[in-house]
């Protein structure tokens, strides 16, 4: 219906990734989880992901799961439950992380109705302050409870770090949460298969072999998929720029840097603020704000400055651009980790998924 803006996926890329992640960690004794909820579970990237050696798919969204459904591995559910969804829970996600005794008792029911056996990761929260029980006791309470519920399996425990309170993944935290699994194991007389210490941040942790040993798993998305771990940083031997974005410019004009009489607010209700750099080259792209957050782009010229935008249009200074643009010329951009994710989740982008063998 639209060519662009187009966010276009470099699967080729995103391939070798997947490898090299994969390896890396069955290097380091850890089995990665594959999170597709970047790509909003993007059919064909979870398909990569598969074909890569990823034996269990993870997200944060049920209908993301059920986009997986057809795919021939396990699937986990990242986000806790909610309770109106338990039904489809033990449906489209083998295995769910959790932390509430209501849930994990819904759960219980809805696994016996289908009749089958659900997978359960009781989250610990080692400090981050997002999910989990902050209390060991509590963490060993609900573990119980899992092994005395029917319809549900207790696989482990988990924890995540990073996301919301900056905490890192050490050797320290990762080590209270293999304790606790000792401690579990020892009071419930079973056995705790997965200990899943964190998400892509703890991959530099796991390089520098700071992982201890019983730490088998890692949930796995910005590092697959756009090749960063903790802070964004990059990891080495593998690539960052799979997703780009590309915009189609739709007006080139000459026009003063600031406003005749700037009196009102943007359409954002922010008093707008301008840099006085003289007449300059203008160019407008048809994307704007309800596509995606400007600061999340970075032009692939870099004599190209972003300089605002509303709803619908970015505003660009190309006067010192190293080419020269008219309208219908296509502009590339970086994109951001939380860019990607705004434009996959976007009606109104296209996505384009190219690899060497085969440009779709
Ligand atoms: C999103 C998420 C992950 C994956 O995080 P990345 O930084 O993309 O690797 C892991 N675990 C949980 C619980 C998540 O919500």
Do not use: W
Request: with cysteine; hydrophobic share 40%.
């Amino acid at each position: 219906m639209y060519a662009y803006p187009c966010l276009t996926v470099n699967l080729d890329s995103i391939r070798n990734n997947i490898h090299a992640m994969v390896e890396l960690c069955h290097r380091h004794g850890v089995e990665p989880a594959g999170v597709t909820k970047l790509a909003c579970a993007n059919p064909e990237i979870a398909q990569a992901m598969v074909e890569g050696g990823i034996t269990l798919l993870a997200d944060s969204r049920l209908i993301n799961l059920q986009r997986l459904e057809g795919l021939p591995v396990k699937k986990m559910l990242l986000r806790l439950p909610a309770l109106s969804e338990v039904e489809a829970v033990v449906r489209f996600a083998q295995v769910s992380l959790n932390s509430e005794e209501n849930t994990l008792r819904a759960l219980s029911k809805a696994a016996c109705q289908l009749g089958i056996t659900h997978g359960v990761i009781v989250m610990h929260d080692l400090g981050d302050l997002r999910e989990g029980c902050f209390f060991e006791e509590e963490t060993l309470h609900l573990a119980r409870t899992v092994t005395e519920l029917p319809g549900l399996q207790l696989e482990g425990i988990g924890a995540n770090l990073a996301c919301y309170g900056g905490v890192e993944p050490t050797t320290d935290n990762q080590t209270e949460l293999t304790a606790i699994a000792s401690r579990i194991e020892q009071a419930l007389d079973v056995q705790i298969n997965v200990i899943s210490g964190a998400s892509s941040a703890g991959l530099f942790l796991m390089l520098r072999g700071g992982l201890p040993k019983a730490v088998n798993q890692l949930r796995l998305g910005a590092s697959l998929l756009m090749g960063i771990g903790l802070n964004d940083d990059p990891i080495p031997g593998t690539c960052q720029s799979a997703f780009s974005l590309q915009c189609e410019i739709i007006e080139v004009k000459l026009k003063p840097s600031v406003p005749a009489e700037s009196t009102a607010l943007d359409a954002f209700g922010n008093k707008p603020v301008f840099v006085d750099r003289g007449i300059r080259r203008r160019a407008i792209c048809a994307i704007g704000k309800q596509d995606i957050d400007i600061n999340q782009i970075t032009p692939h010229d870099s004599g190209i400055l972003v300089i605002g935008g509303s709803s619908d249009h970015l505003i660009l200074d190309i006067t010192d651009a190293s080419q020269t643009y008219s309208v219908g010329d296509i502009i590339e951009f970086d994109i951001s980790y939380s860019g990607v994710l705004q434009c996959m989740t976007s009606e109104y982008v296209a996505k384009r998924c190219i690899s060497a063998d085969n440009q779709s």
